[in-house]
């Protein structure tokens, strides 16, 4: 069974203190690692795809990573915007199309 | 355009309402989903529509109809719910599998609520 998990659940950081979000998972075969980002009441907003070890893709103040066992989302200087839910996703070759696992999520919160 | 468009963002019902919940995208993809997400969980996937066909039933109970009635507009008819069916309901499109099936682009949700 596919698992994804998250650390930590809830992140507090002050505005410019950088740091990184982990989600380690189990699958039988990777078919691709997705982060979002979820504001409170709001659907999941699509971040970024990796597909092998290695790969590293960044968007602003976000940079995700991949290894074989997790992927890091690394915050640099994060600003109060940044506040949310960022949820991790895998899709398993061993599993149907179509299904995602997600993890659990961090929640982070970014003081001013 | 890129966006997904749910309505109602709400909606209160009793248990033996009949309601229903839509959805539309103008992106041309070609599999739309919904999602239950229940408050601090993570999204549920309970039915999947390729081109148009019901792909993907995650055993979901009957009193939940899915319906495609074409490759823009999603719906989910709602009967005689239960309380424990309130949660936040989600749709979302993405291309067919080609390995970018897991960029989901999401609509803002109807927030259900069962009396």
């Known amino acids: 069974e596919d698992q994804v998990t998250q650390s930590p659940e809830a992140l507090r950081l002050q505005e410019g203190e950088s740091s990184s979000l982990n989600c380690s998972y189990t699958v039988s075969g990777l078919r691709g690692l997705f982060w979002y980002r979820q504001d409170p009441g709001k659907g999941p907003e699509f971040l970024f795809t990796?597909?092998?070890a290695g790969e590293e893709k960044e968007k602003e103040r976000l940079k995700a990573t991949l290894t074989k066992k997790e992927s890091f989302l690394h915050i640099t200087a994060p600003k109060p915007e940044d506040s949310a839910t960022y949820l991790c996703a895998v899709a398993d070759s061993g599993a149907g199309s179509y299904q995602l696992t997600f993890g659990k999520g961090t929640k982070l919160s970014v003081i001013p | 355009d890129t966006e997904v468009t749910q309505t109602p963002k709400h909606l209160v019902m009793g248990m033996t309402n009949k309601k229903s919940l839509k959805c539309e995208q103008h992106?041309?993809?070609?599999?739309m989903y919904w999602y239950k997400q229940k408050a601090k969980k993570p999204p549920e996937l309970m039915f999947v529509?390729?081109?148009?066909?019901?792909?993907i039933n995650e055993s979901v109970p009957s009193r939940f109809s899915p319906e495609c009635p074409n490759s823009s507009l999603l719906n989910l008819h709602l009967h005689a719910l239960q309380p424990e069916d309130s949660a936040l309901y989600l749709c979302?499109?993405?291309?067919?599998?080609?390995?970018?099936?897991?960029?989901?682009?999401f609509g803002e949700g109807s927030r259900l609520t069962v009396l």
């Open positions: 990796l597909y092998s």
């Open positions: 992106m041309g993809h070609r599999a």
């Open positions: 979302a499109s993405s291309q067919v599998p080609s390995g970018s099936e897991g960029e989901l682009f």
């Open positions: 529509y390729s081109y148009e066909k019901l792909s």
